[in-house]
C-alpha cells in the first residue's frame, strides 16, 4: 500500500475537525513553497534560483527595481518563463530582508 492510500484510509477513520485541522496543516507546509525556486548550496552559492537556470533572484528583483520590464527581462534571459518571474516576485514578497540583502552585498562586489 503507498503512501496516499494510507492516508486515504487513516482519512476515512478522521473526525471532521481533525481533518480540518490536517488541511490547515497542510496549506501552511505548502504556503511556503515557491515551485520554480530552488536553493542548492551548489549553485550560486545557495542563493534562491530559478529552476533550470543559475539565474538568482536577487538579479531579476533588482533588474525590476532599476526600471526593467518584464518583457525586458524575458528578452534578455530567453530561458526564463513569465511563470518563472511571478514566482520570483512571490518570492521576494516572502523573503523581501533576505533579497534585498543579497542584492546589498553583490552591490559592493
Same mark, same amino acid.
Given at each position: 500500500?503507498?503512501?496516499?492510500?494510507? *492516508?486515504? +484510509?487513516?482519512?476515512?477513520?478522521?473526525?471532521? !475537525? =481533525?481533518?480540518?485541522? %490536517?488541511?490547515?496543516?497542510?496549506?501552511?507546509?505548502?504556503?511556503?513553497?515557491?515551485?520554480?525556486?530552488?536553493?542548492?548550496?551548489?549553485?550560486?552559492?545557495?542563493?534562491?534560483?530559478?529552476?533550470?537556470?543559475?539565474?538568482?533572484?536577487? *538579479?531579476? +528583483?533588482?533588474?525590476?527595481?532599476?526600471?526593467? !520590464? =518584464?518583457?525586458?527581462? %524575458?528578452?534578455?534571459?530567453?530561458?526564463?518563463?513569465?511563470?518563472?518571474?511571478?514566482?520570483?516576485?512571490?518570492?521576494?514578497?516572502?523573503?523581501?530582508?533576505?533579497?534585498?540583502?543579497?542584492?546589498?552585498?553583490?552591490?559592493?562586489?
Amino acid at each position: 500500500m503507498d503512501t496516499l492510500e494510507k *492516508i486515504k +484510509v487513516l482519512l476515512t477513520s478522521m473526525k471532521h !475537525s =481533525e481533518k480540518i485541522q %490536517l488541511l490547515q496543516w497542510i496549506v501552511s507546509d505548502i504556503s511556503d513553497s515557491f515551485p520554480n525556486i530552488e536553493s542548492n548550496e551548489n549553485i550560486c552559492g545557495g542563493e534562491p534560483c530559478i529552476v533550470r537556470t543559475r539565474i538568482p533572484v536577487w *538579479i531579476l +528583483v533588482q533588474a525590476r527595481r532599476l526600471g526593467a !520590464s =518584464e518583457a525586458d527581462i %524575458l528578452k534578455c534571459y530567453p530561458s526564463l518563463r513569465s511563470d518563472d518571474l511571478v514566482s520570483a516576485w512571490n518570492y521576494c514578497r516572502s523573503h523581501k530582508n533576505e533579497i534585498y540583502k543579497q542584492i546589498r552585498e553583490n552591490e559592493k562586489a
